[in-house]
């Protein structure tokens, strides 16, 4: 069994979240079947049996969370229960300063994989990969918890360190790390010049992405002339996502007029359009959108969007194919429900749910030597019970998710400069794609 929920950190909870729509306690039930009252009776009985029968006084929480969450991974990976403390941690998570580790994970096999260590946190300064299984904590097997539950293991007092024991594709053996937990403020942008580029990189949706995206690019435009400035790096590779408005938002900043996405849920009322409104800061200036495995959700709205409306060239690798829309839905003290309500589509109506984004120009990045025997490639369409897409198809979605930490070895960055430079693509590493592109467009 594979149950997803994404953590950013061992301690708070933030998803891979394309929507948060905070609205009421469901409406009373409806059009309930006798049968299923039937199955209901059967499983108070089942639980009156357990809590007053078993070898040994049975933890009633600890059942009846599990009940719940099995009823939600029957869904898929995406939905799951949040108790108070979780729906407390996942909102201040959104913010981008919280306490914790620095990693999103899922629950795999009673394992917990990790799908990406956040940069410059704790996880990621460790050498924690994506990809990675957590098999024990501080010497404490992981197998037959839940994932609440490993989370809260993972907790402690800022300052102190948890071992975790790995496992790792490629290598024969567990390996151990040492994680100190720390005050985590994640920078939703950060950028730089490259000579006469900007480079930006969002490395996370949260609250501040949009803000910190604008003061970017005036602060570029103020620093190179305009005569000179001859695009932009958008980077967006280990960007596992956040908040749909400020995907949304971000998107706008490049494009003048148009759709940016939409969101479909099972009603035809459901139906959602978001368009752009902010017009283009960057002037019409040339922007190259940098994805790989790690980019997801919310970073996935944004490619797609800019590639449907031929405003930037993706480059790199398939991305994650995160296309869901999960609901938060406050159940007062008793915590919150995150449920997969509506998938989202690109301006040319195309579905990313377990296809990804297919890069215009696709460039692999190769893995140091001793990451070469770890070839990871993790996505959506891999996920156990996940929602199937509209466009998926055998080759799934998802790619290697590993960004060197030395820009001289970066080569999807370095292809990236060279595109921008007009200078011809090193077709060792490169294979042109260019793919082909819906004219559907909402404009």
Same mark, same amino acid.
């Given at each position: 069994?594979?149950?997803?929920i ?15 729509v905070?609205h ?12 299923t ?10 639980f009156e049996?357990v ?7 049975p933890?009633?929480n ?14 898929d ?16 998570s ?15 096999? %009673?394992?917990v994989?990790?799908?990406a ?13 994506a990809? %990675? ?5 501080? @010497?404490d %097997?992981?197998h ?8 809260n /293991? ?6 102190t ?9 490629g ?13 985590i ?12 580029i ?14 910190d995206l604008? $003061?970017?690019?005036?602060?570029i435009?103020?620093q ?5 400035? $001859? ?17 949304v938002?971000?998107s706008?900043i ?6 940016i ?5 099972r /009603?035809?009322q459901?139906?959602?359009?978001f368009?752009a409104?902010?017009g283009?800061?960057? $002037? ?17 709205i944004?490619?797609?969007?800019l ?12 991305s994650?194919g995160k296309?869901?829309?999960q609901?938060i ?7 919150a ?23 215009d120009?696709?460039v692999?990045?190769p893995?140091? @030597? ?8 993790y ?19 998802g ?6 930490? %030395?820009k ?5 960055? /370095? ?12 077709? @060792? ?15």
């Amino acid at each position: 069994m594979l149950r997803r929920i994404t953590l950013f950190l061992a301690g708070s909870l933030l998803g891979v979240i394309s929507m948060i729509v905070l609205h009421p306690v469901a409406s009373p039930i409806e059009n309930i079947s006798a049968d299923t009252y039937r199955q209901l009776a059967i499983f108070c009985d089942i639980f009156e049996r357990v809590r007053s029968q078993y070898v040994t006084l049975p933890d009633e929480n600890r059942l009846l969370q599990h009940a719940i969450n099995g009823m939600l991974t029957s869904l898929d990976p995406h939905s799951f229960y949040m108790d108070a403390e979780a729906a407390k941690d996942m909102r201040i998570s959104t913010k981008g300063e919280f306490s914790g580790l620095g990693i999103e994970v899922t629950m795999e096999n %009673d394992l917990v994989r990790v799908i990406a260590p956040i940069a410059e946190t704790p996880a990621s300064r460790a050498g924690i990969l994506a990809g %990675d299984l957590i098999i024990k904590i501080d @010497d404490d %097997d992981v197998h037959g918890h839940t994932l609440s539950e490993v989370v809260n /293991r993972m907790r402690g007092a800022l300052g102190t360190s948890v071992k975790l024991t790995l496992s790792r594709q490629g290598l024969n053996k567990p390996i151990e790390i040492t994680v100190t937990r720390a005050v985590i403020k994640v920078r939703a942008v950060r950028y730089h010049m490259e000579n006469e580029i900007g480079y930006i990189r969002i490395i996370q949706f949260t609250e501040q992405a949009c803000d910190d995206l604008k $003061k970017a690019i005036f602060d570029i435009q103020s620093q190179i002339p305009d005569s000179r400035l $001859k695009g932009y790096i958008l980077d967006l590779r280990l960007n596992p996502g956040g908040l749909l408005d400020q995907a949304v938002s971000v998107s706008g900043i490049f494009l003048d007029r148009g759709e940016i996405v939409s969101t479909r849920g099972r /009603r035809p009322q459901d139906i959602l359009h978001f368009d752009a409104h902010a017009g283009d800061l960057t $002037k019409g200036k040339p922007i190259v959108v940098l994805i790989n495995g790690g980019s997801a959700s919310a970073a996935e709205i944004v490619a797609g969007a800019l590639q449907d409306h031929h405003r930037a060239t993706i480059l790199g690798t398939q991305s994650f194919g995160k296309g869901s829309v999960q609901t938060i839905i406050p159940l007062g003290e008793n915590g919150a429900l995150r449920l997969t309500t509506a998938l989202y589509y690109t301006p040319s109506g195309r579905s990313i749910q377990g296809k990804g984004i297919t890069p215009d120009i696709i460039v692999e990045q190769p893995l140091p @030597d001793e990451l070469r025997s770890y070839g990871v490639n993790y996505g959506e369409a891999g996920l156990k019970g996940h929602i199937k897409g509209q466009e998926e198809d055998e080759k799934g979605s998802g790619s290697i998710a590993y960004v060197p930490t %030395d820009k001289k070895d970066d080569v999807q960055l /370095r292809e990236a400069l060279r595109f921008l430079r007009g200078q011809v693509a090193n077709t @060792d590493t490169v294979f042109l794609h260019f793919a082909e592109q819906n004219k559907k467009i909402m404009q």
